[in-house]
């Protein structure tokens, strides 16, 4: 059977992955990200970890179908890299500096986080359906948007941007774009932080969340999870505008499933339980209803997907 | 070189076509749709009508590559029609009903409004693009989706249906679809005359719109290009959520080009000017934004792009 490589590159680790066709992983390893001199070094150390791994498993290149590479930035669809701020990158085709390195192995690029909700599409929370939308609820939120198992990346690589919708008109505060009102201000961990401030501020209500230094968005879902109404109000207005967003998703492209990963999804069914009422609030018009579920790849998922991309099932 | 038919299937009116495959259109002709007896003849009366044009024109279907028929409901992947309220019609599969009735040659079925937005994509207003969003401001507000050349129809069907995202959570009058805040409660004729109703209730400005008995979206733009205020502030706030919903299809999506038809858009760029500056103050992220075009097909659109549903380009 044929193998390929995932590889994840972050701004300080490189996760690599080798993989049967079929979407068994055999080996998952990581090297440091070398981003000095503008990155120059990050793309050789990542094809001689490749041909070293090659060499120690005896693997010859006719037995590796190709690779795919996540990028943390915007990735065109010939797999050129314009820039990559995290990197120091300028001007750089990095499936191709990687497949002359690899002796004419097929390498493909693209975004890190479409990358990753390709493996949820394929091995993670999505798995058996070919249309998904990924939804990150990290310290951003991030989106990206799967179907008939291809990535959209969208003509200027825009498709998936769901964390500057505006949902919020009325919002005061804005967002890091420039916008007011972006989803990101309320669905993620520092909107949920951005929330439970402004929720304390806005009434005299008891709540654990008074007695702490700094909230993180895991104290105020421990809060509520214990009981506090301040803390579940919190995450009942941070589900109910993603909820408008995730309905944004199904009237654009109705997808088969929404996944829901990142570290707020640690929260659980607990979280999620929130957003699906909310959601099916939104959803009148829909007699079927696309199933939201929880990412189960963690941080794995983008060596999945850039796996995936190597295969052209 | 080989031929097509398109045939758009409306409430009242049969619109059919034959074309080239390059997209020139050889003959245009109507015939009425008998809806009687839960729509029984339909087919018949189409296929009859197909067979008619083949005879006179002395075309063998060995010429005719395939049809494509536009249907006013849902349709699913495999053709088939559970319901449609327009024609009477319950669990029927229109294409295979055709096919047979010409001797085999294929047939394939699509809602209309995403066979119109593929009209226009193939040879209208976003000819040369691969990916449109083409949105019909009529009585309603219609969307479809293209990407790569191919009708993204979701997986049940709502794909598109921009009229009910919810853009104003402070919206009070409820939508046709039982929810708040419906985007086709401001960006379409309806929506229009609602605005004006709105604006004219809620100050004492001069307007000549006051003058008239009953008003329509055309009364309010022909108000606004005359220099009428209020009636511009009608279009302004119409333009302005339409531009919303733009910014959610391309922030989920990312089409090359966006295309503009239906009854209202017959304002032209007057109208479409006020939609473009809204849509760019939305999309501060943007450092490249796609076009917002005229459509060109006006209500051959469905013949068109009921006619490239049979070709396999």
Same mark, same amino acid.
């Given at each position: 059977?044929?193998? !390929? ?42 094809? /001689? ?24 930035g915007p990735?065109?669809?010939?797999? *050129?890299?314009?820039? !990559?701020? /995290? ?31 390709? #493996? ?7 798995? #058996? ?10 310290? #951003? ?12 990346? #969208? ?16 919002e005061t505060?804005? !967002? /890091? ?21 402004? *929720? ?61 990963g990142g ?51």
């Amino acid at each position: 059977m044929k193998k !390929c490589f995932g590889i994840d590159l972050g701004g300080t680790t490189v996760k690599l992955g080798l993989f049967e066709e079929t979407g068994a992983v055999l080996e998952k390893w990581e090297i440091p990200t070398r981003t000095e001199e503008n990155g120059k070094y990050i793309l050789e150390d990542i094809g /001689n970890a490749l041909l070293g791994k090659m060499a120690e498993l005896g693997l010859s290149k006719e037995e590796i179908v190709g690779a795919g590479i996540g990028i943390p930035g915007p990735v065109m669809p010939d797999g *050129h890299v314009a820039f !990559c701020v /995290n990197l120091g990158w300028k001007n750089v085709n990095p499936g191709k500096v990687l497949s002359e390195m690899l002796g004419g192995i097929p390498v493909y690029g693209g975004n890190d986080a479409n990358v990753a909700a390709l #493996g949820e599409q394929w091995q993670g929370g999505g798995k #058996g359906h070919a249309s998904v939308a990924a939804v990150t609820l990290g310290t #951003g939120l991030g989106c990206g948007i799967i179907m008939n198992g291809k990535i959209v990346s #969208g003509n200027k690589g825009m498709a998936g941007e769901l964390g500057h919708v505006t949902v919020n008109r009325e919002e005061t505060e804005a !967002c /890091n774009c420039g916008n007011k009102g972006c989803l990101e201000l309320y669905s993620c961990a520092t909107g949920i932080v951005r929330l439970a401030k402004r *929720h304390l501020a806005a009434s005299e209500e008891a709540s654990v969340l008074r007695n702490l230094e700094t909230i993180t968005a895991k104290d105020v879902v421990d809060a509520a999870k214990a009981g506090d109404s301040l803390a579940d109000g919190v995450l009942e207005e941070s589900m109910d505008w993603l909820a408008q967003g995730l309905m944004f998703v199904s009237y654009v492209v109705d997808p088969e499933v929404f996944v829901v990963g990142g570290g707020v999804s640690r929260a659980g069914d607990f979280l999620l339980d929130k957003l699906r009422r909310h959601y099916d609030r939104f959803m009148v018009m829909a007699a079927e209803k696309p199933e939201i579920k929880l990412a189960t790849l963690g941080n794995d998922a983008g060596i999945y997907g850039a796996a995936r991309l190597a295969l052209d099932l």
